[in-house]
């Protein structure tokens, strides 16, 4: 079965830690991208890669890091630099930066 | 700026019919898609809509007035299962980057 994956599904992290959030997809997209939702509200595009080994920031890029070094694996790295980092994030894959978003389960981070 | 307007909740009777509107500001312009999202889930795929018109899939229809910068999503016999956050999203060509703009959401409650 394709599909993309995220884990864990609820992370807990103490202030000051930094934590990776993984995502891995065997559709066989170029494109795969993280966002942010808070709740009651829409997605924001964090990052962002078109093809392995590129990456560009999203809106909100500040606080965050990710690398592509697989077609099918795009971390996410939250720092100790992000604010407020108590979110549910989001990884999507598409087949290109045109196609519809294919999105995994998610990852409810929670840091206190 | 870039915005795309939708209400934020919708509330209406299991077997009716609802329209969820969406209208938008952005400064390109590649087609709108319309996402669902239960409670605690991933968004889903739905519907796009590049040219003027109603596209139809089962139950669900979307239409969109590129003149108008407006767009709906109509769901025809409601179900309870329907009951979630639908989001209109607008792909702007930023940068050759298709990025999507996501509005806020809008919560469709459907009492029995």
């Known amino acids: 079965d394709g599909g993309i994956t995220q884990s864990p599904k609820y992370l807990f992290r103490k202030e000051g830690q930094n934590v990776t959030l993984s995502c891995e997809q065997n559709?066989?997209?170029?494109?795969m991208y993280w966002y942010r939702q808070d709740p009651g509200q829409g997605l924001r595009l964090i990052y962002y890669s078109q093809i392995v080994n590129d990456f560009q920031k999203g809106d909100i890029a500040e606080g965050y890091s990710v690398s592509r070094e697989k077609k099918e694996s795009f971390p996410l790295t939250v720092t100790s630099a992000q604010k407020n980092p108590t979110a549910f994030y989001l990884c999507?894959?598409?087949?290109?930066?045109?196609?519809?978003?294919?999105f995994g389960p998610g990852t409810r981070l929670t840091v206190t | 700026g870039q915005s795309l307007e939708q209400p934020s909740e919708v509330t209406a009777v299991e077997g009716a019919i609802v329209q969820i509107n969406c209208t938008y500001q952005t400064s390109g312009f590649y087609g709108l898609s319309w996402y669902q999202q239960h409670d605690g889930g991933a968004p889903t795929f739905l519907s796009y809509?590049?040219l003027d018109g109603l596209e139809e899939t089962g139950r669900f229809s979307s239409f969109l007035s590129r003149s108008d910068s407006y767009g709906y999503l109509l769901l025809q016999e409601l179900q309870m299962k329907d009951s979630a956050s639908y989001f209109c999203?607008?792909?702007?060509?930023?940068?050759?980057?298709?990025?999507?703009?996501w509005g806020a959401g809008t919560k469709l409650i459907i009492k029995p």
């Open positions: 809509n590049a």
């Open positions: 999203a607008v792909r702007d060509p930023k940068d050759s980057n298709y990025q999507l703009i």
């Open positions: 999507a894959s598409s087949i290109d930066p045109a196609g519809e978003q294919y």
């Open positions: 559709l066989n997209h170029d494109a």
